[in-house]
């Protein structure tokens, strides 16, 4: 996990080749969420980012996520 101010982020996990990693790494403009995105699967695999929100805390993102890896993990 990298949290170094409010609104930037990285949380990355990997299994194998299997990636999930949810950033605020400026890329993607055409998503909705911009600049929140996730790699899901694979680098390639870019997706909105449905999970964190930009206005939450930084307490209220890091419970987000792992949830939602959880959740991810069960299937």
């Known amino acids: 996990m990298r949290y170094p101010v409010e609104a ?3 949380f990355h ?3 194998k080749d299997r990636i ?10 055409n998503l909705s969420t911009y600049p929140r ?8 695999h870019v997706a909105e980012d449905t999970v ?3 206005d ?3 307490e209220e993102n ?3 996520v792992p949830q939602f890896v ?3 993990l069960d299937k």
């Open 20 to 29: 999930l990693r949810i950033d605020t790494a400026p890329h993607h403009r």
């Open 37 to 44: 995105h996730m790699h899901i699967g694979k680098e390639e």
């Open 13 to 15: 996990w990997q299994l």
């Open 70 to 72: 959880r959740g991810k």
């Open 56 to 58: 939450s805390t930084i």
């Open 52 to 54: 964190t929100k930009i």
């Open 8 to 10: 930037k982020y990285s």
């Open 62 to 64: 890091m419970k987000c």
